[in-house]
């Protein structure tokens, strides 16, 4: 293109002022290098990238000759931090205060979103085709679209797998989005205003000893604790929270010490912990176990297991596992296709001389996310090759509400191997959430969301009461 320029400028002047000219052509060659990356899923890992480099890109605009692009697609129209799901799905946190919404993030930090949830692949095109959104009442709000990309990054995350569990899909709620757990918060103070109305029994039975149960299970107890606190007298006794593992033991991944100390604090709370028990089925008002037994619940929840979404194992024939999680290469990258990523949950890596995959859990996402964009704008503008991704495994941490907190702090560091517990333990789970406030808002503005946050837990009620 330039020794066009060269060869058609001395013979044939502008019509237009010299100085004019050459700026709409250097805009048209800008146009032209213009690297339009796409990201699929607003969660830790997609929104921390799409912020990040949309920041990075706006501040460089107008001085840079190759103008980059970003657009985020989700399907819900804002963030929350996941982790924290459980906290909004008991009430006890206002998930007006905690929720980022995409429009507002985009503006502030320079990318586009567009509404929508990912419904198939044109490789061949590079294309993401989005599928149309609809309105409460059916009617169409947004058509199906088509979406074009020089670089796809796949950040969907995962959900809880049901492990084809008969029964499981029709009675049980999961906590895997905002809406789940803001559905799930809406039945709950239905139930309980019912069994304080009519002095009755509710029984609420969590499958799953993970982190995500035995997290729900603590922030129930707190939750009916303050609802006492707040005149609802006697309603702790006619309420039973019911946990169920089908292991040998609550929170595998950590260290048998925090499993042993974890279950002690539940069971000293009043929560029933059934280990090495298996459900076959769930039903209207119980879970049936693999021995024929019955736990009656009313209110029940599935915490188990970890499976990316199913539309996965259809994108247009890139390598998936069992699980549905896409292969990627210690570069990030698809196995089969060089221009798409995947990071997070929903990505499968094993790391050279590693037996198994990383931990589909936030600290690995979060670390992925960072690896990529530190080295992915050299890759678009220079070709340079992305480095294998190194994890460094910080440990992990377990919050019971205000009642107390476990951590590992895992392999690295000059304190690795060792495990921490009460106000420390929980210092550190804070600050894992205040640290992805700083990644979104930046370090000035995320620590006024801390101090605000700080302020209202002195005016407002501990739990949502409306």
Not at 153 to 173: E, L, Q
Not at 211 to 216: D, Y
Not at 390 to 397: A, E, I, N, P, Q
Not at 435 to 454: C, E, I, K, N, P
Request: glycine share 8%; net charge positive.
């Amino acid at each position: 293109m330039w020794a066009w320029f060269i060869f058609w400028w001395p013979v044939r002047p502008p019509a237009v002022p010299k100085q004019q000219f050459i700026e709409e052509f250097l805009d048209v060659v800008s146009k032209e290098q213009q690297q339009r990356v796409v990201v699929v899923g607003g969660g830790v890992a997609g929104l921390e990238i799409a912020t990040t480099l949309g920041r990075r890109w706006r501040r460089q605009r107008g001085r840079a000759p190759g103008n980059s692009t970003i657009t985020l697609i989700d399907r819900d129209f804002a963030h929350v931090w996941k982790p924290m799901l459980h906290t909004i799905a008991a009430g006890t946190t206002d998930i007006s205060q905690q929720q980022t919404p995409y429009i507002a993030q985009a503006r502030d930090a320079g990318f586009a979103y567009q509404p929508g949830e990912l419904s198939g692949l044109d490789r061949a095109r590079q294309e993401v085709l989005i599928a149309p959104l609809h309105a409460p009442d059916g009617r169409l709000l947004v058509p199906e679209r088509r979406l074009a990309y020089d670089t796809l990054i796949i950040a969907v995350g995962s959900h809880a797998n049901d492990f084809g569990t008969p029964g499981v899909v029709d009675h049980c709620r999961m906590i895997d989005s905002r809406q789940q757990a803001k559905a799930f918060n809406h039945e709950l103070r239905i139930r309980m205003l019912q069994c304080q109305a009519q002095e009755g029994e509710l029984s609420i039975a969590i499958v799953g000893g993970g982190a995500t149960g035995v997290e729900l299970a603590a922030e129930l107890v707190q939750l009916v604790a303050a609802s006492v606190a707040y005149g609802a007298q006697g309603l702790a006794e006619r309420i039973k929270i019911i946990l169920i593992e089908s292991g040998p033991r609550l929170l595998a991944a950590f260290p048998q010490d925090i499993s042993a100390a974890t279950r002690a604090r539940l069971e000293a709370l009043g929560i029933r912990v059934m280990t090495d028990t298996r459900v076959s089925a769930a039903t209207a008002d119980s879970f049936v176990l693999s021995n024929g037994q019955q736990v009656e619940a009313s209110l029940k929840v599935w915490a188990a297991g970890v499976k990316a979404p199913d539309f996965l194992a259809h994108l247009d024939g890139l390598e998936t596992t069992r699980g549905n999680q896409l292969v990627i290469l210690p570069s990030l990258r698809t196995t089969l296709d060089p221009n798409i990523y995947a990071v997070g949950d929903c990505a499968s890596l094993t790391l050279p001389g590693a037996e198994r995959p990383l931990p589909p859990t936030a600290q690995v996402a979060h670390q992925q996310a960072r690896h990529l964009i530190r080295y992915l704008p050299g890759a678009m503008q220079r070709g340079e090759a992305i480095p294998d991704f190194v994890y460094r495994d910080f440990g992990s941490l377990v919050s019971l509400g205000d009642y107390d907190a476990y951590g590992s702090l895992g392999q690295f560091g000059m304190f690795k191997g060792v495990t921490i517990r009460g106000r420390l333990a929980q210092l550190s789970h804070v600050m894992l959430y205040r640290s992805h406030q700083a990644m979104l808002y930046g370090f000035w503005r995320g620590s006024l969301l801390w101090l605000v946050d700080r302020l209202n837990a002195h005016v407002r009620a501990s739990i949502r009461l409306n």
